[in-house]
């Protein structure tokens, strides 16, 4: 449906020689006439509703929303529509993030703008809630449509599309409860960039945080976490990419990820190609088979973190699989053998951002031939040693004040915040206390003078630790504790 504005907005483009699209405004509190042809053409006009602009918008438009909370609609009995969702023209743009009434600067944070299907408003994902928000149309053009500072949620899939194209930037999708996919790619590439996959349940036989069958899937410096697939589904998973698709993940995290499913159940399974680029493993769960599990596909796992997640695990492949290739990563020692440059030394991975810690064997230890990206996964730029001698740091974080794998604390902005605290008593039998200056959650480490591993494990909001290494001969302990980007280093004398 074309409307006066947009035809005549058409002509003065013809007119003018420019390709440049309209600027449609869209603000939740606007009074303006609806009636009026010249709604939507500022912020004094704006729409009121989202819908009504993506009825007028064209390819090459790009929409502006204040913040708020937009919903998708409750169908109408007998409806034709099989949904309620927002209908997305391919080639255009939709902006989050200005004030309300659009006076002042856009910021996504503090004027976040939402998009909800949580249609019978309980403030939880059910089977009450809308099918898809949004659908993305496909038309033949060269624009991709573009979702850019906006925070999705509450429904059983964000977006849909079919033979398109488009890209996240800055965007969250969370609390979704999946019964095919948040994202539903068919023959669509879609490209993610910093954003956010959290608190998302995976339900139902085919489900999956991302499900794209044909074109392609790339995550820039975006981050999984806290996500759930349902246990007892055939093809539950964290995230399917199955056959036909090229799969491509760079800078990115996967923390506390829990996948219960009992068969193909895994993280990232079957591609036509998947390459993890300086990407951060951490305390991911999966039953069977593994974090990650590949069927006939090749598989490069580069500049990668893989530690410490609770599966047996981490790479599986049929017998029919491609070649799996694991260079310049960190690594579960039962992989080493088949992994080149590779280590499987503690990264000292702080969480829930996965950076790395002062000490970590990751820092300095990549290739940087690996990773065309100047940022790292939390905007830091990639290499800040400088020196043609120093190396991109291994995972999505890259540590400043390093310098070529002998980290050194920067005199002036590197210095890691200490956390207070008290240990007693030292030496000791074996048996001592650590006594935190405030709750704690972080993850303690006890290495002995050869640097092996003695003891780890996970603080949750302590006050009091006590630790047990009385299995040990006499002599001197490392504690590491890592909280967030707070570090405490302790020598602990073990004297009977
Ligand atoms: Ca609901
Ligand atoms: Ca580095």
Same mark, same amino acid.
């Given at each position: 449906?074309? +409307?006066?504005?947009?035809?005549?907005?058409?002509?003065?483009?013809?007119?003018?020689?420019?390709?440049?699209?309209?600027?449609?405004?869209?603000?939740?509190?606007?009074?303006?006439?609806?009636?009026?042809?010249?709604?939507? +053409?500022?912020?004094?006009?704006?729409?009121?509703?989202?819908?009504?602009?993506?009825?007028?918008?064209?390819?090459?438009?790009?929409?502006?929303?204040?913040?708020?909370?937009?919903?998708?609609?409750?169908?109408?009995?007998?409806?034709?529509?099989?949904?309620?969702?927002?209908?997305?023209?391919?080639?255009?743009?939709?902006?989050?993030?200005?004030?309300?009434?659009?006076?002042?600067?856009?910021?996504?944070? *503090?004027? *976040?703008?939402?998009?909800?299907?949580?249609?019978?408003?309980?403030?939880?994902?059910?089977?009450?809630?809308?099918?898809?928000?949004?659908?993305?149309?496909?038309?033949?053009?060269?624009?991709?449509?573009?979702?850019?500072?906006? +925070?999705?949620?509450?429904?059983?899939?964000?977006?849909?599309?079919?033979?398109?194209?488009?890209?996240?930037?800055?965007?969250?999708? $969370?609390?979704? $409860?999946?019964?095919?996919?948040?994202?539903?790619?068919?023959?669509?590439?879609?490209? =993610?960039?910093?954003?956010?996959?959290?608190?998302?349940?995976?339900?139902?036989?085919?489900?999956?945080?991302?499900?794209?069958?044909?074109?392609?899937?790339?995550?820039?410096?975006?981050?999984?976490?806290?996500?759930?697939?349902?246990?007892?589904?055939?093809?539950?998973?964290?995230?399917?990419?199955?056959?036909?698709?090229?799969?491509?993940?760079?800078?990115?995290?996967?923390?506390?990820?829990?996948?219960?499913?009992?068969?193909?159940?895994?993280?990232?399974?079957?591609?036509?190609?998947?390459?993890?680029?300086?990407?951060?493993?951490?305390?991911?769960?999966?039953?069977?088979?593994?974090?990650?599990?590949?069927?006939?596909?090749?598989?490069?796992?580069?500049?990668?973190?893989?530690?410490?997640?609770?599966?047996?695990?981490?790479?599986?492949?049929?017998?029919?699989?491609?070649?799996?290739?694991?260079?310049?990563?960190?690594?579960?020692? *039962?992989?080493?053998?088949?992994?080149?440059?590779?280590?499987?030394?503690?990264?000292?991975?702080?969480?829930?951002?996965?950076?790395?810690?002062?000490?970590?064997?990751?820092?300095?230890?990549?290739?940087? *031939?690996?990773?065309?990206?100047?940022?790292?996964?939390?905007?830091?730029?990639?290499?800040?040693?400088?020196?043609?001698?120093?190396?991109?740091?291994?995972?999505?974080?890259?540590?400043?004040?390093?310098?070529?794998?002998?980290?050194?604390?920067?005199?002036?902005?590197?210095?890691?915040?200490?956390?207070?605290?008290?240990?007693?008593?030292?030496?000791?039998?074996?048996?001592?206390?650590?006594?935190?200056?405030?709750?704690?959650?972080?993850?303690? $480490?006890?290495?002995?003078?050869?640097?092996?591993?003695? =003891?780890?494990?996970?603080?949750?909001?302590?006050?009091?630790?006590?630790?047990?290494?009385?299995?040990?001969?006499?002599?001197?302990?490392?504690?590491?504790?890592?909280?967030?980007?707070?570090?405490?280093?302790?020598?602990?004398?073990?004297?009977?």
């Amino acid at each position: 449906m074309r +409307t006066i504005k947009s035809i005549v907005f058409t002509a003065i483009m013809f007119w003018t020689g420019t390709t440049l699209g309209a600027t449609i405004y869209v603000d939740l509190g606007s009074t303006a006439d609806q009636l009026s042809p010249s709604v939507g +053409t500022s912020w004094a006009l704006a729409y009121n509703s989202l819908r009504e602009a993506l009825a007028t918008a064209q390819n090459g438009d790009e929409i502006l929303l204040t913040e708020g909370t937009y919903y998708t609609q409750t169908l109408a009995p007998g409806s034709v529509c099989m949904t309620g969702a927002f209908i997305v023209p391919n080639g255009v743009s939709i902006y989050g993030g200005y004030p309300a009434g659009g006076a002042g600067s856009r910021d996504i944070s *503090a004027h *976040a703008t939402i998009i909800s299907g949580d249609l019978n408003s309980n403030g939880a994902a059910d089977a009450s809630d809308a099918r898809e928000l949004m659908l993305v149309q496909a038309v033949s053009t060269s624009n991709q449509t573009v979702f850019d500072g906006i +925070t999705f949620e509450l429904a059983r899939t964000a977006i849909r599309s079919e033979q398109a194209s488009y890209k996240t930037v800055d965007c969250t999708f $969370r609390n979704f $409860r999946a019964e095919q996919g948040v994202l539903v790619n068919m023959d669509t590439d879609a490209i =993610l960039v910093r954003t956010t996959f959290e608190d998302n349940l995976a339900v139902g036989r085919i489900s999956a945080l991302l499900f794209t069958d044909g074109g392609s899937l790339e995550a820039i410096s975006s981050h999984f976490h806290d996500n759930t697939s349902e246990s007892l589904k055939t093809f539950g998973a964290g995230m399917w990419l199955p056959m036909d698709t090229d799969g491509k993940f760079t800078n990115c995290t996967f923390y506390n990820n829990q996948g219960l499913s009992s068969r193909l159940p895994s993280f990232l399974p079957s591609s036509s190609s998947l390459e993890l680029i300086n990407c951060s493993f951490h305390s991911n769960a999966q039953t069977s088979p593994g974090i990650v599990h590949v069927v006939f596909t090749d598989l490069n796992v580069l500049n990668t973190v893989v530690y410490d997640d609770q599966t047996l695990e981490f790479v599986t492949a049929s017998a029919a699989g491609g070649v799996i290739t694991i260079d310049y990563s960190v690594v579960p020692t *039962a992989y080493l053998s088949q992994a080149t440059n590779s280590t499987d030394s503690d990264p000292l991975l702080t969480t829930p951002d996965l950076h790395l810690s002062l000490g970590s064997s990751a820092i300095d230890a990549g290739l940087d *031939a690996y990773n065309a990206e100047l940022k790292d996964g939390f905007n830091n730029d990639r290499i800040q040693d400088g020196g043609s001698s120093c190396s991109i740091d291994i995972g999505a974080h890259e540590r400043a004040g390093t310098a070529c794998g002998t980290p050194k604390l920067d005199e002036e902005s590197e210095a890691v915040p200490v956390l207070g605290y008290n240990a007693y008593p030292n030496p000791s039998n074996g048996v001592f206390v650590l006594e935190f200056s405030e709750e704690t959650t972080g993850h303690i $480490r006890v290495y002995d003078l050869q640097a092996r591993l003695i =003891l780890s494990m996970k603080l949750n909001e302590t006050l009091r630790h006590t630790i047990n290494i009385s299995d040990q001969p006499n002599g001197v302990y490392q504690v590491i504790l890592n909280s967030n980007d707070r570090q405490i280093t302790h020598l602990a004398m073990v004297q009977r």
